[in-house]
């Protein structure tokens, strides 16, 4: 009869810590990229939509300029757009007023920063022709940066025309 033994074999089956931790580490290297390249197309989307609605405000106070909107008034206004860092502002008037109850602010996706070159950190149309007020050549542009580094600048020249780079 055969004697049977608990301890009959030496050989263990399974991982070591050091192997388990090795593979752990492989596979949270591997997510972090993944999360890293997952994330930055959605940082260009938000970005590219937000300078899609940036130059459609732009257009839509020009037109307002250019139509001589009264907007309850008695007489035709002019129309502007305000820049701040992490928003912009729709505004009526020769100046941008903060205390005016009829201005429109648009707030910024969390991430996204506004700069500009204007003077005043404003933009006004003209009435009827819709032309910059106070145009200077290399003071025209504004522009929106991602907490990725990503940027567009919008370049405006003094008819109001609005070219991205």
Do not use: C, W
Not at 26 to 49: C, E, H, K, M, V
Not at 73 to 90: C, D, M, R, S
Not at 98 to 127: C, E, K
């Amino acid at each position: 009869m055969a004697k049977h033994s608990f301890f009959k074999s030496t050989k263990r089956n399974g991982f070591t810590l050091i192997e388990v931790i090795l593979v752990m580490g492989i596979f949270a290297i591997l997510a972090g990229f993944t999360t890293i390249n997952l994330l930055r197309p959605q940082q260009s989307a938000d970005l590219n939509s937000t300078t899609t609605t940036i130059i459609a405000d732009i257009k839509q106070q020009q037109a307002r300029a250019i139509l001589g909107e009264t907007d309850g008034g008695p007489a035709a206004v002019v129309h502007g757009i305000y820049f701040e860092n992490n928003k912009y502002t729709l505004f009526k008037g020769l100046t941008y007023s903060a205390a005016d109850p009829a201005n429109f602010v648009v707030d910024l996706s969390s991430g996204l920063a506004l700069g500009t070159t204007f003077a005043g950190s404003q933009v006004i149309f003209n009435l009827q022709s819709g032309e910059i007020s106070g145009f200077a050549e290399g003071a025209n542009s504004v522009t929106l940066t991602s907490a990725g580094g990503q940027s567009r600048t919008l370049t405006f020249n003094k008819y109001g025309v609005v070219d991205v780079n």
